[in-house]
């Protein structure tokens, strides 16, 4: 069973079969994106869920979830630090804190932040984004203006106007789109990812993402072997 972190919903979910890890580790499937909606949508038993319904943070909680049922939540990657040295470094998956939704979001439907923007003073509503907003995600990430982009892509209007050009975007005062992308973050649902990792040469500890898209992620065993590795 795996709970939906938006809409608190519990579905049934199966295993990773092979060819579904296949598709995962796929650079060119990885790259459109159409990999995940595949897998994550095949490994859904329960009718009715649309992974492209569901919010980004549920589609990211649910691919963590599928990896700890498949291979386990030991999750073992490695860390260059600082200093040179390089080390494995253990994370437990099924102990990553998940936030769910308060009040809950339905299914289907949308989540609409209201704020006010400080230095305008004017009322800004975003949305959360979903499974079906990331081929646009996709390319504003390839975009180097990605911050005023992905503003523009969660917003539904700013007093009352509904469509908005990418000028009025990189006119707007940079306080305010830290300020929105802020708490549009803050409203997001999911998994926190963010790992503390201690180097046993030196003893720092640094913040950082967890490595999704280290191929130890969906091959923890295989992916070891040389003869993969020279695919
Ligand atoms: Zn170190």
């Known amino acids: 069973m795996f709970r939906i972190p938006s809409c608190g919903d519990e579905i049934e979910v199966r295993k990773l079969k092979v060819k579904e890890q296949s598709l995962l580790v796929d650079r060119k499937r990885q790259r459109d994106g159409s990999a995940l909606n595949e897998v994550l949508q095949s490994c859904i038993l329960t009718p009715g869920y649309d992974v492209k319904e569901l919010l980004v943070g549920d589609r990211l909680a649910l691919l963590i979830h599928l990896r700890a049922v498949t291979y386990g939540s030991e999750f073992v990657f490695r860390v260059t630090c600082d200093c040179g040295e390089s080390f ?10 998940v936030k769910y939704l308060d009040p809950p979001l339905p299914y289907g439907e949308d989540r609409i932040i209201e704020r006010v ?8 509503k975003v949305r959360l984004l979903k499974g079906k907003d990331e081929p646009r995600m996709r390319a504003i ?11 523009r892509l969660i917003t539904v209007e700013v007093e009352g106007e509904k469509v908005l050009s990418a000028k009025w975007f990189d006119d707007l005062d940079a306080d305010d789109m830290d300020y929105i992308i802020g708490e549009w973050r803050a ?6 990812t963010t790992v503390q990792v201690e180097c046993p040469a030196c003893g720092r500890t ?16 295989a ?9």
């Open 88 to 97: 494995m470094w253990k994370e437990d998956l099924s102990a990553l804190p």
């Open 141 to 151: 990430r390839n975009n180097e203006n990605s911050l005023s982009g992905l503003l």
């Open 187 to 192: 409203s997001d649902c999911g998994v926190d």
């Open 117 to 124: 923007l400080p230095s305008l003073g004017k009322k800004i």
């Open 223 to 231: 992916s070891k072997k040389s003869f993969l590795q020279a695919v």
């Open 206 to 221: 640094q913040e950082m993402e967890l490595p999704i898209g280290d191929p130890a992620f969906f091959m923890p065993k």
